[in-house]
């Protein structure tokens, strides 16, 4: 489960969420849990989550090491600040920052080269739905992101890939979770097509979009959901909380 504050939360409303989400009993054999905060907030998320099993990730990166580069942060910076994943290529990167697929593969690329795990987001907008171009479009965001991949036909296994549908991110629309299964299967067989057996069994496919307490269940009942991108209800403890514990009801 993993947590996209994106940019909320002030100092103190972190270190309340995060130190009510560090005293209560997770399970951790039976999720994994991220929090994946602003910048400047993840040195002091680090500290607080220190010695338990919650991992922290960044929300974006460079694909440079360093540079002159200015409001950037680089794979490395990440790691010093404690990150052990990165979330790329979030629908806001591509439409609001322009990122493109190119622009995301070499983030990808950097950020393996670097020893972070990245959680690479594909996703198609309403009227590409409408248009019923979905399986296209994330055919071609899947063969463009991850094309240095493609081409050496090996993937980490650790890679975390995201399906989130941009009209169900922070609108209250979520996929049925029949509609999510759907793409998520078609992640998948692109996953074994692509690559070995072994590795397209592997890879978790993380749903994201307007996941909250009330379909989470329904949602991770589906074989190929593995795991839940969270931005709005990752805010709250109590929210985001009776979604790690999914499994429990
Ligand atoms: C997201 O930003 O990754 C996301 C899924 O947001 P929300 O849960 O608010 O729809």
Redesign the pocket.
Known sequence: M?A?W?MNLSLDEARDLLIRIKKNEIDFNKVDVLVAPPFTTLQLANELLDGTDILVAGQNMHWEEKGALTGEISALMLKEAGCSHV?LG???RRKLFFETSEIINRKVDAAIVAGLIPIV?VGETLKEREEKKTFDIIKAQLNESLEFFCEKESLPTKLIL?Y?PVW?????K?ATPEAAQEVHLFLRRWLLENFDHDTGEAIRILY?????QGNIKELMFQPDIDG???????LEPDSFLSIIRFYES
């Open positions: 993993a996209n994106k979330i979030h629908s806001e987001c995201a989130e169900a991110i922070g609108t209250g979520t994201g979009g307007s996941v909250k839940a991108l969270i931005g709005g209800a990752s």
